[in-house]
């Protein structure tokens, strides 16, 4: 109720505070295109997002300003279920890249099409995988600012000392925990809650295991694939030991910030979190630790336009000057911790350059999930049965896939009407 | 009640139209509370009903098909359907709660008041500290419990490994002990509340009836239940219906704390209507009405159940 409560007030603030901004940068007298744009970068990237933007301000002075506003990603999905059927949305906005065809299909979102046709925006400067998740019936609804995938950070110090490398399969990771045991006190502590579905993701694409069916609407992953692929959880932490069961979210990055652990699998936003701490630390990919097929996890934040504002072609084009500012600049973004997804930046000498970005993850093993409309449904009941996975010894694998499976199929049957 | 005898009494005077003022005086007086009480519970509360008989659609009015009681069919009888699942698993979880918390919520702070009504040295104090956590806002006191009941780093899992009793018990990732945890946790948080209510009736009672069951020779346990507990009934069935209801609408420990795990043994039917309401997935909000109502209607049955009970006990 509380929390309700909250959402309700966070709303009615943001509603007052467009309504005012509204007022003070309306296109009266001043001429200034005034857009609201929310985002969800609540860490260190937030910060750059901001001074990016207020460099997009500065530079458009009098013509355009870039009101932004910042809410957890936890709550920011409810805040647009509430905010934009009252019209009191963004009119720019950050998703996730498996929501967008979600939110398209339930008509909240406006859609790109009109506004880029004679724009500089190009398919083949971006990942096509990233770039068609932003597609839902034939009309694109996002456009990609970013790839963050999940890879593996290593103690330099403590890998040295033992005369250990660096992992790249799953024998390898078990055997580099044995020689560890003497040197330090952690190996690779797996947090059984977020970011653990992240981890079954990599997994089950490793194993050759699938998410959705053919069809992107049912779960897929009630298969031998996808049993070996939460299966190796179970096997690490109870029968192999390479971390403590029980880890709780981030008490995983606690133990590497603290020297203490070997390993840490994140994604690339805690990169800074980890500069931080002064660990001497290197990045490796993630790419076959559980599997033979080289796949790795990765998100992508991508712009959309939520529906209910009234938006006019003077407001449009400020948007897109915008997200074209941002986008052609996203090598900044890339020093805030995350993997450009405009290939341009991607390729060029400068991010080549940065230390630790390239030896994170090999762009070609990303494998995204299959962003389809029933996604939410279909997939997400897996992640509760991760974390039992990795929190029961004696865990029934299969019985936990069949419970995935079966709540994932009625939700479906439910969104599909069937 | 009180309230229209006297207007009618009014009324039959001569000088009734002289007095019209007075006749509204109360009325204004009522009047910012009947305000509020109108926009945030019977406004809602009504809309709610209408909602729950559609299928709503947030977002395009021209959507929003009236489909009778289907909602209620689909979530009480539709055995294969997914809010089915999610209807009985949210109850099933949330009178779990309720069955664990609600005694210890009564009791404990029954004891507590019963020690500090015999005011010894330094009772104020207590009384103070027992009634601080009741300060503390929701985020605030599952932030406290969550270190403390970290599986690894936490204080209490430290303390217990130091006295030799158990190891790593994963406090809100596995059950029993996150059930454990969140009454734990709720019992610290609410004992203020009826500690005061129970401070104050035992007050009321008079000292001359312990004085003569001393007399009589009665033992501290039947001057307890042949003495107190009758003496201080009505306070006993506010706050056992108060606290019932309140812990109906237990939302933010599970949500916060265990996140409704493991494997949704603690995911309570408020955070399922919440979740299906406005959630990220597919906001369904005919179906989490529905749900909130049927919830309402079971804590009405109950409490009407729990005064009948309870006087029943008492005569």
Redesign the interface.
């Known amino acids: 109720?509380?929390?309700?409560m909250m959402?309700l007030m966070l709303v009615l603030s943001i509603a007052l505070l467009a309504a005012c901004s509204g007022d003070d940068n309306g296109n009266g007298d001043g001429q200034v295109t005034a857009i609201t744009f929310w985002n969800i970068f609540t860490g260190p990237d937030g910060q750059e997002m901001v001074a990016m933007i207020n460099d997009f301000n500065a530079q458009h002075e009098g013509e355009i300003r870039v009101l932004t506003q910042t809410i957890p990603s936890a709550d920011f999905?409810?805040v647009m279920?509430?905010a934009?059927?009252q019209g009191q949305g963004p009119d720019v906005a950050i998703m996730h890249l498996d929501?967008i065809q979600?939110y398209a299909s339930?008509?909240?979102l406006y859609d790109f099409d009109d506004l880029l046709s004679g724009s500089d925006f190009d398919a083949a400067d971006y990942i096509p995988a990233v770039w068609n998740a932003g597609l839902f019936e034939g009309r694109r609804y996002g456009i990609p600012l970013d790839v963050h995938p999940i890879g593996l950070f290593y103690n330099i110090d403590v890998l040295e000392a033992a005369n250990v490398e660096v992992p790249t399969t799953t024998e390898e990771l078990i055997a580099a925990c044995e020689a560890l045991q003497t040197h330090v006190i952690h190996c690779l502590p797996l947090s059984?809650?977020w970011p653990s579905q992240t981890l079954f993701t990599a997994s089950l694409f490793q194993n050759d295991g699938v998410d959705l069916d053919e069809n992107g609407e049912y779960p897929a992953f009630n298969t031998p694939e996808g049993y070996a692929a939460l299966k190796v959880f179970n096997d690490l932490i109870f029968t192999h030991g390479v971390s403590?069961?029980?880890?709780?979210v981030d008490?995983d990055l606690?133990f590497f910030r603290q020297g203490n652990a070997a390993f840490h699998i994140n994604g690339i936003w805690m990169l800074n979190g980890i500069i931080e701490s002064g660990v001497n630390f290197g990045t490796a990919p993630i790419a076959q630790l559980f599997g033979d097929t080289p796949a790795t996890w990765a998100g992508s934040h991508q712009f959309v336009m939520p529906?209910g504002r009234s938006v006019d072609a003077e407001k449009q084009a400020a948007i897109l000057t915008f997200v074209e500012f941002i986008t052609n600049n996203s090598l900044r973004w890339a020093n805030a911790g995350q993997i450009p997804a405009n290939l341009r930046v991607l390729e060029s000498a400068e991010f080549q350059a940065l230390p630790y970005h390239s030896t994170f993850v090999d762009v070609s093993t990303i494998q995204f999930v299959n962003a389809s409309p029933y996604f939410?449904?279909a997939f997400?009941p897996i992640y509760?049965?991760v974390?039992?996975a990795m929190?029961?010894p004696s865990a029934d694998i299969q019985a936990l896939l069949d419970a995935a499976e079966l709540?994932g199929i009625?939700?479906v049957?439910?969104?599909l009407g069937n | 009640m009180r309230l229209n005898l006297k207007a009618s009494n009014v009324s039959t005077t001569p000088s009734a139209i002289k007095e019209l003022p007075k006749r509204f005086e109360p009325a204004l007086f009522i009047l910012p509370h009947l305000i509020i009480f109108s926009v945030f519970f019977i406004f809602p509360f009504f809309y709610g009903l209408v909602i729950s008989l559609y299928d709503w659609h947030h977002f395009f009015p021209e959507q929003r098909t009236f489909i009778g009681l289907a909602n209620y069919r689909r979530i009480l009888f539709e055995t294969d359907h997914i809010y089915y699942e999610y209807f009985w698993r949210g109850l099933r979880n949330t009178l779990t709660f309720v069955a664990l918390s609600v005694p210890l919520l009564v009791a404990f702070p029954l004891f507590i008041a019963s020690l500090i009504n015999t005011e010894p040295r330094g009772y104020k104090l207590f009384r103070a500290i027992f009634y601080l956590p009741s300060l503390f806002s929701i985020a605030t006191l599952v932030l406290i419990w969550r270190w403390v009941l970290n599986t690894n780093l936490g204080v209490l899992n430290l303390t217990l490994a130091h006295l030799g009793v158990g190891t790593n018990i994963a406090w809100l990732s596995s059950q029993p002990f996150a059930w454990i945890s969140l009454v734990m946790m709720t019992v610290w948080w609410t004992i203020g509340g009826n500690m005061i209510i129970f401070t104050a009736a035992l007050k009321d009672v008079p000292d001359m009836l312990y004085e003569s069951a001393d007399i009589d020779g009665a033992n501290l346990f039947q001057k307890f239940f042949r003495i107190t507990l009758p003496s201080i009934r009505n306070q006993l069935v506010y706050i056992f219906i108060m606290t019932t209801l309140a812990s109906f609408n237990v939302f933010g420990q599970p949500q916060l704390a265990t996140g409704g795990g493991p494997q949704q043994t603690t995911t309570v039917l408020m955070m399922y209507i919440r979740n299906i309401a406005f959630g990220g997935g597919r906001p369904r909000p005919g179906i989490a009405t529905a749900m909130a109502v049927c919830m309402g209607i079971i804590m009405i049955i109950i409490s009407i159940a729990q005064t009948r009970i309870i006087k029943r006990m008492g005569d």
Request: charged share 30%.
């Open positions: 109720m509380k929390k309700l959402s999905y409810e279920n509430t934009v059927p929501n979600r339930l008509a909240m059984s809650m403590i069961p029980n880890v709780g008490e606690a529906r939410d449904d997400t509760s049965r974390t039992a929190t029961t709540e009625q939700r049957d439910d969104a």
